[in-house]
């Protein structure tokens, strides 16, 4: 590293982008940047490599996928370190976010050939003489755009989702972790070595932007909102279909019957893990006032035993520690109180924990993503009150709940789309069910059955299997025939007597 480099900030030097720990500024490695050219001849390489993949069946592909499985955990020491040197991202956080990666996997694997293979679907009574039959097939080539927060679970889902429906995968990992993205590219051509399956392509923005034109047939971004709608907008031009998990504001609801101390531990954990910097963070609390004193209390005790360098990593972006500071001190200037930490807990690369109270509704920092190990804690009536708040904001990714008697109810009327009932961000664990959000957040799912659906065209055949006996589509059908039909709709849909 020349003296140049500011620690964390990816260089481009001599064709190859170089990533450097946020904090000691320690080179995590060095990959060759591709230019438009390399894009689609990764690409062309990919739709070769996908019709060997995808006559490899279901069984043949899972095999692969379980291996691959198999390979994460028997390293996940070595990828929790390399997640560490590169983004900062304390060791034990990044093998918990392995063990998330590698759920949906095998999640992915054991159940693609249940939920996207071919079926039978029951006849209907007016087509009585055809037989349906349903697949999922997959698109071909899936483009993945990834951000540097969690750099390991985040691509996985859809790569894992992508390549057990059949697709090769051609992945562009964010320009702060391209390391990591390296490793699972690398990684999986141990498992796979006879056709590059699962590629990674390198560099800044523009290395996405000509992933989304290079002829991909689907493409899966996860990052920032404005990205993702530069992402729209590429992708636009050759109506390829797009999947966009972008950023969130979300919110955790303690309810009056909630078990504080618990709701306490885990909006500390929800809101500082991985520094912040998690687009299912929780960044703002409400909670109803019969609690809210005990439970401030509680959440400044817990956060407050936090210790920068340790638990809470560096900022693995450097600008987003100005965009901190901004919000910090827009809540401040705006009349919110810090009840820990405040201003000047930006001390570079590292953000001290920071609650606040009082914090207006239209302050940057109750409405803004501000991803760093910052919690605002509001005071509301009722759970009702804090449903309506917690909904007014234009992001809708997740959300958790604390309550017994209604939590659930509460967790269906949040604008999000997942919600943790008494715990936070663990809907992010479980293979089975899908991820993604709403509004400004995203659409489109990864994880589960429809993270599956996602990345595979659902096809459907009729088959004749005999003479119809109410020809409907044919100009051979004679006037008699067509009021037949009319009285077997009455019959079967009409008004009964
Ligand atoms: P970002 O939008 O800056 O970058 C994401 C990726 O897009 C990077 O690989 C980047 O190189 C690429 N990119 C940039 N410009 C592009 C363009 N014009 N065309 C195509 N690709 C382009 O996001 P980030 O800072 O890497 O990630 C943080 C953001 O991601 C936060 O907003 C966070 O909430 C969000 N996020 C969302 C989820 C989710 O599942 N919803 C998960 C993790 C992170």
Known sequence: ???????????????????????????????????????????????????????????????????????????????????????????????????????????????????????????????????????????????????????????????????????????????????????????????????????????????????????VQKVSFTGSTATGKKVMAACAENLVPVVIEAGGKDALIVDADADVAAAAEAAVWGSMTNAGQTCIGIERVYAVESVYDKFVDAVVEKAGKLRTGQEIGPITMPKQLDIIRDHIEDALAKGGRAVLGGAGAVQAPYVSPTVLVDVPAHSSEMREETFGPTLTITKVRDADEAVQKANDSPYGLGGAVFGKKDAIRIARRLRSGMVAVNGTLTFVGMGNLPFGGVGESGFGRIHGEDGLREFARAKAITVRRARSLLPAMTFERTPAQVQQIVKALRLLYGRKP
């Open 1 to 215: 590293m020349t003296a140049t480099h500011v620690p964390g900030l990816p260089v481009i030097e001599d064709g190859h982008l170089i990533s450097t720990n946020p904090a000691s500024g320690a080179e995590a490695g060095r990959v060759p940047v591709a230019d438009e050219k390399a894009v689609i001849a990764a690409v062309e390489r990919a739709r070769e490599a996908a019709l060997w993949w995808q006559s490899l069946g279901w069984d043949g592909r899972k095999t692969r996928l379980l291996r691959w499985r198999t390979l994460l955990v028997e390293r996940i020491q070595e990828l929790a370190e390399l997640a560490e040197l590169e983004s900062g991202k304390p060791v034990n956080d990044g093998i918990i976010e392995v063990t998330a990666a590698v759920e949906h996997l095998d999640w992915a694997a054991k159940n693609a050939k249940r939920v996207l293979g071919p079926r039978r679907m029951r006849t209907r009574l007016l087509l009585a003489e055809h037989v349906g039959h349903l697949e999922y097939q997959p698109y071909g080539v899936v483009g993945v755009i990834g951000p540097w927060n969690y750099p390991i679970v985040t691509p996985i889902g859809p790569i894992s989702g992508a390549l057990a429906a059949g697709n090769a995968v051609v992945f562009k990992p964010s320009e702060y972790t391209p390391v990591v993205g390296q490793w699972l590219a690398d990684t999986f051509a141990e498992i796979v070595p006879e056709h590059p399956v699962l590629q990674a392509v390198h560099g800044l923005g523009d290395v996405g932007g000509a992933l989304c034109r290079s002829g």
